[in-house]
């Protein structure tokens, strides 16, 4: 395993530790709510610190960008190496009590994501990636599905909540794809739904809005597994608009093609 991944997981099992009884002590969780259906707990704030902790003792002069702040107030922003975290991704999951929410780092060099790390706590699952040397769970190779059609495809979604403007788009979306795949699955952290096309459990995936700490440990999962990602416009653009497409080679064009239907 690449060091700097070594690292990376040493940082994701610190958070999990804190996830893991943080969902033991729901009921003494201090929560804030940042806006409209999108919570933030101590339980953030304290796993993004233990991974950045890990992170910055093993290279202090790298750079943060991570969901709840750290990378403005810590590391090196002119780095050339950047860690983009997201500590809990499925916050209102974990907050329920629904066991699907996961960690997620993963490191870019010069702009390019070069190491990912997922984790699930609930599940102890492992997804892993170093670009140009494959994509694992638990140390085994994974490889996206062979799913050869559409109709036979099980794709995962996300509603695009904190946008209203983008969720007439999505109807639209939703509106032509359910009756052209086999079933639709939202289970609400977008980090681990990538995951899950880098192993084959979806054949695609697709989502507005979104952040690039809640896609980029997942998108280079997906490409080290062999799947294709872009913008829901065709382009390498997705961690910057936020719209992100991905899917099993043979099933991406006829995807992409329904998600880009406008009525």
């Not at 999990?16 to 969902?23: F, K, P, T, V």
């Not at 969720?167 to 639709?184: E, S």
Request: glycine content about 10%; overall charge negative; some cysteine.
């Amino acid at each position: 395993m690449h060091p700097m991944l070594n690292t990376a997981v040493k940082a994701a099992r610190k958070a999990a530790d804190i996830i893991s009884y943080g969902a033991r002590n729901l009921d003494r969780i201090t929560i804030d709510n940042k806006g409209p259906g999108d919570y933030v707990s101590e339980i953030d704030r304290n796993a993004e610190a233990a991974i950045v902790d890990v992170l910055l003792e093993a290279y202090p002069n790298h750079g943060i960008i991570a969901e709840e702040g750290s990378g403005t107030s810590r590391g090196n922003s002119a780095s050339d190496f950047i860690w983009i975290i997201d500590p809990l991704d499925g916050t209102t999951n974990f907050l329920h009590g629904v066991p699907q929410y996961c960690v997620s780092i993963a490191l870019r060099e010069k702009g390019l994501l070069t190491q990912a790390v997922i984790y699930d706590p609930s599940r102890n699952d492992l997804f892993t990636a170093s670009r140009g040397a494959g994509a694992y769970l638990n140390n085994r190779r994974i490889r996206v599905s062979k799913q050869l059609r559409l109709r036979d495809s099980l794709i995962g979604t996300g509603f695009p909540f904190r946008d209203g403007a983008a969720f007439d788009d999505y109807l639209v979306q939703l509106k032509n794809l359910m009756p052209k795949c086999a079933g639709l699955r939202r289970p609400g952290a977008a980090a681990l739904d990538l995951a899950y096309v880098a192993a084959g459990f979806f054949d695609g995936f697709w989502e507005m809005k979104l952040n690039q700490w809640d896609m980029a440990a997942g998108a280079l999962l997906i490409q080290e597994a062999g799947g294709l990602v872009t913008g829901i416009d065709g382009e390498d653009s997705y961690m910057d608009s936020g719209s992100i497409v991905a899917a099993t080679p043979k099933i991406f064009p006829e995807l992409l093609k329904v998600l880009q239907t406008k009525n």
